[in-house]
């Protein structure tokens, strides 16, 4: 039988050097792209996924990330004191269930798959969603909840995947790929951040994993890899073969807002999404070219 997926885990223990000065004392996952920040986007996106339980797995200076989904008491009474009605609602909308979201300290920073395996316990038995935060998808059908389609058709693990030039191999998780159906492509192989000459396809790894809790077992054995970190791309690469493995061509746009530029597109992207705002953007722009 397959488990229906209901847990995700958002590492977000990250300092956020790139975005110094910004991030010295604010979490970087607080940034906000238009108006809302990082986090709130991989907590929106998670919830239309299906996901009903949250944890992140934070550092110190974190607690703004856990702040911001609880309950904002004094600011909903002079709302509402003010008639703002919409902007209640907002807050209404953005709300959790209680108790939903919890938090893990991953204390020393090994890595990614370090930062999983400290989620261990909130894993347990259950398959999970993961989320990068700094990847930030513009799709009509939000990413996690096409690869939770893929999940429930397969009872595998699933990645979201998009091509990157060769010359960019050395900055994610590539795919090694067996069969490839233009949508779905088979995993066979997974290296993290191979140099070009040495990757076995350009087909990298964005910020959105479906995987099966067997990965932690692996993560358990603190094997380091690139970088001398914990990698969860070499925790994955251990389960393939023991399950169906899927890399998911997602429908949609991901911006790396871990990187100034990528940042700076998300916000005009989004904002050129949003009818209140379009408009004037897209007149100031002209500006620009
Ligand atoms: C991490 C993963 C990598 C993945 C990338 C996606 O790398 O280790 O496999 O491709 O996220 O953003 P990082 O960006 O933390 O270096």
Redesign the pocket.
């Known amino acids: 039988m397959i488990k229906k997926l209901r847990k995700a885990v958002l590492p977000v223990a990250?300092l956020g050097t790139r975005f110094l000065p910004a991030t010295k004392a604010l979490a970087k996952e607080m940034l906000p792209v238009v108006d809302k920040p990082l986090i709130q986007y991989a907590i929106e996106e998670a919830r239309a996924a299906g996901i009903e339980q949250f944890c992140m797995v934070t550092g110190r200076g974190k607690t703004a990330l856990i702040d911001h989904f609880d309950v904002a008491y004094e600011l909903e009474r002079t709302l509402l004191e003010r008639g703002k009605t919409d902007l209640l609602q907002m807050l209404k909308d953005m709300s959790v269930e209680p108790g939903s979201i919890a938090t893990v300290r991953q204390q020393v920073p090994l890595?990614?798959g370090h930062a999983i395996w400290c989620a261990r316990a909130f894993i347990g038995d259950d398959p999970f969603a993961i989320l990068?935060p700094?990847?930030l998808v513009l799709a009509d059908k939000p990413c996690l909840a096409q690869l939770a389609d893929v999940y429930h058709a397969t009872g595998g693990n699933v990645v979201a995947i998009e091509e990157v030039p060769r010359e960019m191999t050395n900055?994610?998780?590539?795919l090694e790929v067996g069969y490839d159906n233009g949508k779905t492509v088979e995993v066979v192989g997974l290296v993290?951040?191979p140099a070009p000459e040495d990757a076995p396809s350009n087909l990298?790894?964005?910020?959105r994993y479906v995987l099966l809790p067997e990965v932690v077992t692996h993560l358990a054995r603190m094997e380091r890899g690139a970088g001398n970190e914990v990698?969860?791309?070499d925790g994955m690469a251990k389960m393939i073969g023991n399950a169906p493995f899927h890399g998911l061509r997602f429908d949609g746009r991901r911006f790396?807002c871990?990187d100034k530029a990528g940042f700076l597109e998300a916000q005009i992207a989004f904002a050129l999404k949003r009818p209140d705002l379009a408009g004037k953007v897209r007149a100031f722009l002209k500006n620009y070219t």
């Open positions: 990250g890595g990614l990068l700094d990847d900055r994610y998780g590539i993290e951040k990298s790894i964005i910020g990698q969860l791309t790396d871990g």
